[in-house]
C-alpha cells in the first residue's frame, strides 16, 4: 500500500478533483485504492458518492456565502444563507449554482420552513386535526384515519418546507430540493447546508 501512495501526486489528485469536484483526500484515497488508474477512480467515486454525502452530513458547515434573486418586474425576491466547511468550496462554480437554484425554487414554491424538524408543533398539530376532520367526512374508518394522516402529510411537508420539495427543474416531478443538495455535497466533498432564507413579495405579509 505505501508503495501505491508514493506513486499518487500531487498533480494525479489536482486533476481528478478538477474532473469530480471531489474532495482533495477522497480523491487520493481512490486513486490509492484503483492502484493509480484515474477512470477507476473517477467510477469509485461516483459509486461512494451518496454515501460519502450522508456521512459529512453532520460536519460543521461555518463557511457560505449569501445568496439573492430578483423576479422581473422586482416585485418578488428572495435571500438565503448557504453554508459549507470552506470558503474554498464556497467560491466554486458549483456551490455558486446551487445557491442560485435554490433562491429559484424558494421564490417559485413559496416554502415557510428548511425542513420537518422546523415545522412548529403547534403548526403540525393543526394541520392533523384539519387532515383528521377530513379523513372522517370522507367517510373513512376511525381505525385507519392515523395512517391516512401520516400518508397526507408527506404532502404538507412538500407544500410547505424546501428540502421536501419536489426540484423544480426535474420533469420528473421525483427529485427532491434535498437530493439536489445531496447530490451537490457528494460532488463537491463537503457538507452542505440552508441555515436560512426569506422570500419577500410586495403586497404580502
Not at 23 to 43: F, P, R, S, Y
Not at 67 to 83: A, R
Request: glycine residues 8%.
Amino acid at each position: 500500500m505505501n508503495d501505491v501512495k508514493s506513486k499518487i501526486t500531487g498533480e494525479m489528485v489536482s486533476r481528478l478533483r478538477e474532473k469530480t469536484g471531489c474532495g482533495m483526500m477522497d480523491c487520493k484515497k481512490a486513486l490509492v485504492e484503483t492502484n493509480g488508474d484515474e477512470e477507476k477512480a473517477v467510477i469509485k467515486l461516483r459509486e461512494k458518492g451518496v454515501v460519502t454525502a450522508l456521512k459529512k452530513a453532520t460536519r460543521t458547515t461555518k463557511e457560505g456565502l449569501i445568496f439573492s434573486y430578483m423576479h422581473p418586474g422586482d416585485k418578488l425576491g428572495v435571500l438565503l444563507e448557504l453554508s459549507c466547511e470552506t470558503d474554498f468550496v464556497a467560491k466554486t462554480d458549483d456551490f455558486k449554482n446551487l445557491g442560485k437554484e435554490l433562491t429559484m425554487q424558494i421564490a417559485a414554491s413559496t416554502p415557510s420552513f428548511i425542513s420537518k424538524e422546523n415545522v412548529p408543533d403547534g403548526e403540525l398539530e393543526k394541520e392533523k386535526e384539519i387532515l383528521k376532520a377530513q379523513a372522517l367526512k370522507e367517510g373513512k374508518p376511525e381505525k385507519i384515519i392515523d395512517k391516512i394522516i401520516t400518508g397526507r402529510l408527506s404532502k404538507f411537508y412538500e407544500r410547505i418546507c424546501l428540502l421536501e420539495q419536489p426540484y423544480i427543474r426535474d420533469t420528473s416531478g421525483k427529485k427532491k430540493v434535498k437530493e439536489l443538495i445531496t447530490d451537490a455535497v457528494a460532488k463537491i466533498g463537503e457538507n452542505i447546508s440552508v441555515k436560512k432564507f426569506v422570500r419577500f413579495k410586495v403586497g404580502e405579509e
